[in-house]
């Protein structure tokens, strides 16, 4: 089992050390934050600044997982050693991408973003168990480095995630249509209904409970996951105005919501019945072809659960 | 206690009726469900025709609850005795309004609106206990009779609601805001997730689930509701699509969501912190500014909770 190197002890990257240290890898860690730090070593994990962190993995020819915030990507990339093995946990993933490319183009470069709980920050929140069950995407992009790709399928299955195999920017595009204009909807429509005064609040349906129930989430955070993925976000929100635009419309003209409503209703049958009868898949991940199958299982809903040797086992419906 | 006619068998109708005879009233109905009727009498309760229905409320002055669907509200009206007391659980209040004043100008009439389940249609969906801590929403509008009030309060009273009181129009815009346009935006943001494909489905997060959780509602009823409440419903959507519309060219342009995240937040604490230590209030109901003050506590999103003779207890904050 390979070695594992976390940069950033967060939430995110505290749990991916804790995760892998308890699946019996040598791992360590480096932060920024000394009440992390602090709180690492009080744990009895190993950790030390950037450049041995940094060191220590060039020698062991660990995977390096970089788990600090976007805006501090960078400073972390121009430490790299070359040819470093090279993966990271941020929750956009075009950015990184393109970052690696123009700052640290001599990484072995994989990128992931494991999907579990953000309520919460700093290694004090994080646990080994916070990616049991949890979608962990990787992104398969052609010209990847298949050996760093086997290490970083490795790690993710190690933590109990099972992996969404996917590009970055289908990714970014997913997840602004699913995680992040929900949270500019639910301030929207909870702004709206407050409009209405306390009336209106006293008489909020359940559809308002639900509907705005995320918009009491840590508006840093939100902030942080919508404006960085604001290429795809403003692409999920033209989306959004154009059918609200459109319903608007109806109801003006003809008083009709029909096609909105049922539209609607189709989409979130689609959700609730997403096939649970899946047929399992195996990839050779040194053929050819294996950075497309992979990627067909993520197009099609699908997972890749287990790891033998160089064979994934996904699946998918 | 006055006798309560119930007009229509459904969900709620059948619940007034239901609840009124648990009461201690003496209580009947009528319906156009051969079902509902069977049902109703199958249960013991008086289910007649729509003529000898009103006969006998007109013999007896009882109290005329309209619950039918907005639709067949018109045909109810033109059968009414003149000098009716009348009051509906119709789900949009001005549209009600306008009808009586066209078609039974000489009904004494007071709006209603009992803001309780709407998941399953039909008698055998009711219950004498559907109202039991619901808001019921009374149109105190200036001119109404003061006995029918009287009359209206104690039956909602009587059910285990508590009374909202307001006027129509308010009713209307307060109930786009927090139950029509939710359910709108709901239809939206299922087809705009939809649109990512498997792949964004299988990323869903909780905020996704939570945001559509009510497009899965049944759309016959959804639309029933929406369409019937046109007016407010588009002074709503506007206010979504110009908020929404705000967000967008904030991000387009500076990058920043700052402004719609933090009112958001800030609306929907309103929502999570609304005034739990309420003060009570006395509300003499043969006053000269009873309606007045009786739409006071409902503009401060109090409720009235008990009759003393003409006296209303409310509470607000």
């Known amino acids: 089992m390979r ?3 976390v940069i950033g002890l967060g939430l995110i990257g505290g749990s991916v050390l804790r995760a892998a240290v308890a699946a019996g890898r040598v791992a360590w860690g480096a932060t920024a934050s000394e009440t992390d730090a602090a709180a690492a070593r009080g744990d009895g994990f190993e950790v030390s600044g950037l450049p041995a962190a940094l060191a220590r993995a060039a020698e062991r020819d660990a995977l390096v997982v970089i788990a600090v915030p976007l805006p501090a990507v960078e400073e972390v990339l121009r430490s790299l050693p070359s040819g470093t093995r090279l993966t990271d946990v941020v929750s956009v993933k075009g950015p990184v991408r393109d970052l690696v490319a123009r700052v640290a183009p001599h990484a072995r470069y994989v990128g992931g973003h494991p999907m579990a709980g953000t309520a919460a920050s700093g290694w004090a929140a994080g646990g080994r168990t916070l990616f049991n069950g949890a979608p962990w995407v990787v992104a398969t992009e052609d010209g990847i480095d298949p050996d760093v790709l086997v290490d970083v399928l490795a790690l993710a299955l190690d933590t109990g995630a099972h992996v969404v195999p996917t590009t970055a920017d289908e990714h970014d595009a997913a997840v602004a249509r699913i995680s992040h204009l929900p949270h500019v909807l639910a301030a929207v429509l909870a702004s709206v209904g407050a409009e209405g005064g306390p009336l209106a609040l006293a008489l909020a349906a359940g559809s308002f409970g639900d509907g705005t129930r995320v918009a009491a989430s840590n508006p840093d955070l939100v902030r942080a996951m919508c404006e960085g993925n604001r290429a795809a976000l403003l692409t999920a929100v033209d989306d959004a105005l154009g059918r609200l635009g459109a319903a608007r419309g109806s109801l003006a003209s003809t008083g009709g919501l ?9 989409a979130r049958r689609a959700l609730d019945e997403r096939a649970t009868d899946r047929a399992e898949i195996t990839v050779d991940l040194t053929s050819p072809g294996a950075l497309a199958a992979l990627r067909a299982v993520g197009a099609r809903g699908g997972q890749v659960v287990a790891l033998n ?7 998918t419906s």
Do not use: F, P, Y
């Open 3 to 5: 070695d594992v190197c």
């Open 258 to 266: 029909a096609k909105t409503i049922d539209a609607g209703r189709a």
């Open 309 to 315: 040797g160089s064979t994934a086992v996904a699946r």
